[in-house]
């Protein structure tokens, strides 16, 4: 975004533009986010700067309402608004990904004298997911085989597949993917 509107405002430097539209982008999402009117937010927002003025200099009236002015003018930008909606949509769930890992090892067997040595092993792969439920960080594990893999990595290329056969849709209708 600071990219395509940098030709627009070419007194301000690119990365002073960046950290302007990341502002702005924040702004967007926490409302999005927060669940309340834009009236409240708008409220919240600058009493959060009045309280965080009162060290330096008192914010006046006018100021307040010249600066709620200004922050009610940002969240009506309608493209950052919808992108923000768009991705608390995309996020709506009681569980949100977060990361994941495979953990493989080799799991040796024993017979049932175990001071000898292994009669073999077994290849053990662990997947670890890693998502947010709520405000808390969770994980859990699943134990996988090799063949599992094979499975896995097929449902992911066949979920790929599908987006792209899903954006080649909506691009038909005129529709423009909101997306991450």
Excluded: W
């Amino acid at each position: 975004m600071a990219k395509r509107i940098s030709g627009r405002v070419p007194d301000v430097q690119p990365r002073d533009l960046k950290a302007i539209v990341d502002t702005i982008y924040a702004l967007h999402y926490v409302r999005e986010f927060s669940d309340v009117k834009t009236s409240k937010f708008l409220g919240d927002l600058v009493q959060a700067v009045r309280d965080e003025s009162e060290s330096k200099s008192a914010l006046v009236p006018a100021e307040a309402a010249h600066l709620r002015d200004r922050f009610k003018r940002l969240l009506e930008i309608e493209n950052i608004r919808l992108l923000s909606k768009a991705l608390k949509l995309q996020r709506d769930g009681e569980r949100l990904y977060c990361e994941a890992k495979i953990l493989s090892d080799i799991r040796a067997v024993f017979h049932d004298d175990v001071s000898s040595k292994p009669a073999g092993a077994v290849l053990s792969h662990t997947l670890k997911l890693g998502y947010h439920e709520g405000r808390e960080h969770k994980e859990f594990f699943v134990v996988l085989e090799s063949a599992d893999l094979d499975t896995l990595k097929e449902v992911i290329e066949r979920a790929h597949a599908k987006a792209k056969t899903l954006r080649a849709l909506l691009a038909d209708t005129g529709l423009e993917d909101l997306g991450m």
